[in-house]
């Protein structure tokens, strides 16, 4: 799942892993699928195992199953 408020968004997914990252798109994976993030400024602020703390400003968010 995903949560965002203001300019940050929690991903709390059990993740597997960044896939990409630059400051205008990261991929998340998860075990539902991938986590497309889009936006500019993006970074990501906490990597834990069960969740990763993104901050930016978001354009989209896109789930690939």
Known sequence: S???VGSEMCIRADHKGI???????????????I???F?????IDRIRLED???SGQFK???YEI
């Not at 896939?19 to 991929?27: G, K, N, Q, V």
Request: proline share 3%; hydrophobic share 40%; with cysteine.
């Open 2 to 4: 995903a949560c965002l």
């Open 19 to 33: 896939l990409s990252y630059t400051d205008t798109e990261i991929r998340v994976s998860t075990p539902m699928g």
């Open 35 to 37: 986590v497309r993030v």
């Open 39 to 43: 936006g500019n400024g993006l970074s």
């Open 52 to 54: 990763i703390l993104i």
């Open 60 to 62: 989209q968010i896109e």
